[in-house]
Nanobody, 122 residues
Framework: QVHLVESGGGLVQPGGSLRLSCAAS????????MGWYRQAPGKQRELVAT???????NYADSVKGRFTISGDNAKNTVYLQMNSLKPEDTAVYYC????????????????WGKGTLVNVSS
């Protein structure tokens, strides 16, 4: 069984920074891609950033130049460095691992974390 655990959320003032982490527990052979999504109150969940096993990254236009995603394949961990935070970045942030291959299942599966709240407010 694979579990994703996020950490690093909290309250920060506009212009501040936060670093989110998401680590997967369990016996894992490989992960195809890792990413972060967010859901603000009253809105749909949206993509923030993704990174493939090979290191290719993709960002939402709203966070380009401010957020940086990185991954540690050996630790099955993904990070999101968030700088120059704005009130509109306030949301619950979820990590997502795609194509996770484990010993007991012959195909890749997707997993989600439970979310961590980021509140950007003065």
């Amino acid at each position: 069984q694979v579990h994703l655990v996020e950490s690093g959320g909290g309250l920060v003032q506009p212009g501040g920074s936060l670093r989110l982490s998401c680590a997967a527990s369990g016996s894992i052979f490989s992960i195809n891609a890792m990413g972060w999504y967010r859901q603000a109150p009253g809105k749909q969940r949206e993509l923030v950033a993704t990174i493939t096993r090979g290191g290719s990254t993709n960002y939402a236009d709203s966070v380009k130049g401010r957020f940086t995603i990185s991954g540690d394949n050996a630790k099955n961990t993904v990070y999101l460095q968030m700088n120059s935070l704005k009130p509109e970045d306030t949301a619950v942030y979820y990590c997502n691992f795609k194509g996770v291959v484990v010993p007991t299942v012959p195909y890749g599966m997707d997993y989600w974390g439970k979310g961590t709240l980021v509140n950007v407010s003065s």
